[in-house]
């Protein structure tokens, strides 16, 4: 469902569906369409998998480590 962190992360149609919150209706058109088309069904989870890799450990790991380094550069201005 299109709540508020699956709308972050995933890119309609490209690496996943995403459905207005709360309908089932349109939950199950679409997971039927997944069932039906495997060339969707393939796209999408070739598509998911390289997506995914932007939140491995390794990658995140390197993103704090270089906020954290850079904000250990940056003068203390609070020194009495």
């Known amino acids: 469902f299109a709540c ?3 709308k972050k992360i995933i890119n309609h149609g490209q690496d996943g569906i ?3 919150c709360g309908d089932v209706d ?9 069932i039906e088309d495997r060339e969707l069904r393939h796209k999408l989870g070739i598509n ?3 997506s995914a890799k932007n939140y491995s450990l390794d990658t995140i790991g390197k993103k704090w480590e270089s906020i954290l380094l850079k904000n250990n550069k940056k003068p ?3 020194k009495e």
């Open 26 to 34: 349109a939950f199950s058109k679409n997971i039927m369409q997944l």
């Open 18 to 20: 995403l459905i207005p």
């Open 76 to 78: 203390n201005n609070n």
């Open 4 to 6: 508020d962190g699956p």
């Open 48 to 50: 998911a998998f390289q």
